[in-house]
């Protein structure tokens, strides 16, 4: 009985931990940026060329 309480304790701090992290994730912004730093460096070619371009 007494692992029981333990156990079901612990499932629950746990999971709170869980749930709180990816509600503070989602309301602080941190998936906003869709385009990261290391998709954009596939692309710093083009973008030098086309700023070549335009001057």
Known sequence: ????LFSYRLQHFV???ISGGF???IKSGQNDDTFTPAVRIL???EMIEKE???K
Do not use: K
């Open 43 to 45: 692309f710093d070619d």
């Open 15 to 17: 999971s709170n931990d």
């Open 52 to 54: 070549q371009r335009n």
């Open 23 to 25: 509600f503070w994730a």
């Open 1 to 4: 009985m007494r692992n029981d």
